[in-house]
Structures are given as structure tokens and as C-alpha cells.
């Protein structure tokens, strides 16, 4: 039983809570807020012994072992840092930081400390993910990637009315690319690994954030071709396209639905089972990794992560976003 504290008080985290309980080998103990107020509430609904709202006391407690953040992007590099430096395990949601000098801050953390960190990305831990990579090699030489994920913002519709809430807020490091492409980007690079050259186009919004995108990946032979979107939205299925057959999954965020079609015009299905709660496999998979000794994923590694944010981070630079997070 590994011992929990959670920072973040918000749907995310109760989501992950209530994913994490289905492993049985999750305990929660522990909540940071910044207000008293929040953690009694959030203590409250979920039965933790222990609340914080100061955020040393917090890292330094010996009430847990690791520890979930799921705080506005902006400030992940900080609150993980710092527990990690007391010895806490950190999984952390995505993206993992808002940008690669952040990122690399919290792998060297990682490192010196000899504790686990990972990214929570969870389609990438999810039986249909390995699926996927369990039978690339019948598609034949691969020669397109192809997803998307275009989802309406709720929150767009206050922001057209004059109100900035956080999704639409570059001091949080948000915005679509981070919010929603990371979830095309980072199985692109677990799949087939860091392209040699990146091009990005987007629409920046005036508060400061891009609304859309699209990313064309070069690889030596095949190009991965991205769309996003917190402004529109999109029903396309994913697709990684081979000489042999092409591979489609109904959602690349979260693959439900994975089958082969071959150029004879038959359909391998090669849909696994799976649980409602998906966010069970990347709790599952972090908690391995602790009671096993290891300190890193093999598919939500280090380097996997470090790899999708270069490349926001180039497709940034192009397009011209710049979070408050790249001054200091």
C-alpha cells in the first residue's frame, strides 16, 4: 500500500482519487490547498487524515510517499521540485511542466533524490495503447501519423464574454497546444521518438494563448500530422498509416476502440477490455514502479517526456507563444 498526498483540490484529481482506490494498493493520507477552506472541504469528502496549506510543511511531512499534483501547469516544475527533494515520489499531471528548462529542473530532481517521477499522461499506460504498440509491426514500413483532439472549451464561451478563467490563461501555462495536443504529441514520440524537424502554425488568442494549432513532424520516412483545438471541435478518429494497412483509433486521448484494416479490404479489431476509470492504469503503473524499485517508466519515461516538450516548445517559439513560465 503506498501512501498518497494529493495537491489540488479540482474534478482532475478527484477523477484520479476514485481511479487510484481500484488498484488497491492506494492510500490516501494527505491534501495541499492554498486555502483552509478547500482542504477541510476537500479532506472532508474524502476521508484524509491530514491537510496542509503550507506547501513546505506539506513536502516534508511523513504522512506519504508520494505524492499526485494536478496544480495549474505553471506551477508543476515548483510544487514537485520540492517534493522531491524530500524524498517523495511525484506523478505529475500533464503536461508535466511549461517548458524544457522546467522539465529538466524536475528529471535532475528526480535523479539526485533516487524517487520516481512521472508524467500522467494516461493514454499511454492503457491496455488499447499497448495494443497499438503490440501491433504496429503488421501495418508494413509506417508512413503517416495522423491525430487530433478538438474539444469546445466550456470556458470559451466566458471568455468571448470578456472573462479570462485559467484554461485561457498564459500566466498557467494553459492553452490548447498544452491543455490538448500533448495528448497527440506525447504518444507520437512514445510510438516513434523525437522527429528532426518540427513545424507549427496556430491561432493566438489576445489573452496570450494559442485557441488552435496544427504540428507537421518530419521523421526520416513518415511525417506525423497533429491538430488541435480548445475552440472547435473534431469527431476524426486517429490513424498511423502503413504500407500494408492503416491502424485506427477512435480517440487517441483515450483509445477505446482500436482495429487494422488491411489493403485486401479485411478488419483485425484489436480492441482490448478496459475500465471506466482510466486514469486506474497510469496510478497502477506508478505505484509498480515504486514497490518494484524503479525510477522511471519505460513508456512515460523521462526521455519520452523531455522529447514532447521540445517540441512545444519549438512549435511555440514558431508560433510566438510565450508564457510568463519562459522569462524567469
Known amino acids: ?26 492510500a490516501l493520507t494527505a ?32 504522512t506519504f510517499d508520494a505524492v499526485y499534483i494536478a496544480s495549474p501547469n505553471s506551477l508543476h516544475a515548483e510544487y514537485a521540485v520540492l517534493c522531491m527533494q524530500q524524498g517523495k515520489h511525484v506523478l505529475c499531471e500533464k503536461p508535466a511542466a511549461s517548458n524544457t528548462a522546467e522539465l529538466t529542473a524536475m528529471v535532475e530532481a528526480a535523479r539526485a533524490n533516487k ?4 508524467e500522467a499522461l494516461k493514454s499511454t499506460l492503457m491496455p488499447n495503447f499497448q495494443a ?11 508512413r503517416r501519423y495522423s491525430a487530433g483532439y478538438c474539444q469546445y472549451s466550456s470556458r ?14 498564459p500566466i498557467f501555462s494553459n492553452g490548447s497546444m498544452m491543455d490538448l495536443g500533448v495528448y497527440c504529441i506525447y504518444p ?3 510510438l516513434f521518438g523525437a522527429p528532426s524537424k518540427v513545424q507549427a502554425t496556430g491561432v493566438l488568442l489576445d489573452s496570450g494563448v494559442d485557441g488552435e494549432g496544427s504540428l507537421l513532424l518530419s521523421y526520416e520516412s ?24 492503416t491502424m485506427i483509433i477512435d480517440r487517441i486521448n483515450e483509445p477505446g476502440r482500436v482495429e487494422i484494416r488491411y489493403r485486401d479490404g479485411s478488419v483485425e479489431d484489436l480492441t482490448r477490455p478496459q475500465g471506466e476509470r482510466t486514469m486506474r492504469y497510469e496510478a497502477a503503473e506508478f505505484i509498480r514502479l515504486i514497490q518494484a524499485g524503479e525510477l522511471e517508466s519505460a513508456t512515460n519515461s523521462h526521455a519520452a517526456s523531455l522529447a514532447a516538450m521540445a517540441i512545444m516548445d519549438e512549435a511555440r517559439r514558431q508560433i510566438g507563444l510565450v508564457f510568463p513560465a519562459d522569462r524567469k
Open 156 to 169: 470559451y464561451d466566458a471568455y468571448k464574454q470578456g472573462t479570462v478563467l485559467n484554461a485561457f490563461n
Open 222 to 245: 513518415m511525417d506525423a500530422v497533429i491538430q488541435h483545438s480548445k475552440i472547435s471541435s473534431s469527431y476524426q478518429p486517429a490513424e498511423i498509416q502503413g504500407e500494408h494497412a
Open 31 to 62: 491534501v495541499y490547498s492554498r486555502t483552509e477552506e478547500k482542504a477541510a472541504e476537500f479532506a472532508g469528502k474524502f476521508d484524509i487524515p491530514h491537510r496542509f496549506t503550507d506547501l513546505a510543511a506539506f513536502a516534508a511531512s511523513d
Open 115 to 118: 524517487v520516481v517521477f512521472m
Open 188 to 190: 507520437c514520440v512514445v
Open 132 to 142: 497499438v504498440q503490440e501491433n504496429l509491426h503488421k501495418l508494413g514500413p509506417i
Open 1 to 26: 500500500m503506498i501512501r498518497f498526498g494529493v495537491i489540488g483540490t479540482n474534478w482532475i484529481t478527484e477523477a484520479f482519487i476514485q481511479a487510484a482506490q481500484e488498484t488497491g494498493e492506494f
